[in-house]
């Protein structure tokens, strides 16, 4: 594999909250730009979550990596602080249009279309990735049922 031309940075991002269930939060990003699954851990405040809730938060393509690296995500783990940290996972799912990530330490999938990913390899299960990521605040409810979302 090649050095990358590109950089991943994080942007800040939107979503919904779709379900809630066990100590999991299932949160669809705006534009149709895939999904997100937290521990209730990664979430700033401190409220009863449901579906229609708004999130915001940081987060980037993901790029293929040959070697899995030590990231440091304490940053997400232990802090309440909306900072990117740069998070590395593994591969679990891939389709014709999307790919779904396991987030290393229990933090999380995420499930992305194709074209979300960084690489110049074929994609294909149990390959890393890093991408960066933060907890998620939320800054308001929409009124709208969760088959909506």
């Not at 915001?56 to 232990?78: A, G, H, K, R, T």
């Not at 074929?122 to 939320?138: C, D, I, K, R, W």
């Amino acid at each position: 594999m090649k050095t990358p031309d590109y950089i991943i940075n994080p942007v800040m991002m939107g979503g919904l909250v779709k379900e809630v269930k066990g100590d999991l939060v299932k949160v669809h990003l705006h534009g149709r730009l895939g999904v997100i699954t937290v521990p209730r851990a990664l979430i700033q405040e401190e409220m009863d979550l449901e579906p229609g809730h708004e999130m915001q938060f940081y987060f980037s393509y993901l790029q293929v990596n040959e070697m899995s690296y030590d990231y440091d995500v304490s940053s997400i783990c232990c802090g309440k602080i909306m900072e990117p940290c740069l998070v590395g996972g593994i591969i679990t799912e891939v389709n014709d249009t999307a790919i779904k990530a396991e987030m290393i330490r229990g933090l999380g999938t995420v499930a992305v279309p194709r074209r979300f990913v960084f690489t110049d390899v074929a994609l294909h299960t149990g390959q890393n990735v890093e991408f960066y990521f933060s907890p998620m605040h939320v800054i308001g409810k929409r009124d709208i049922p969760a088959e909506s979302i």
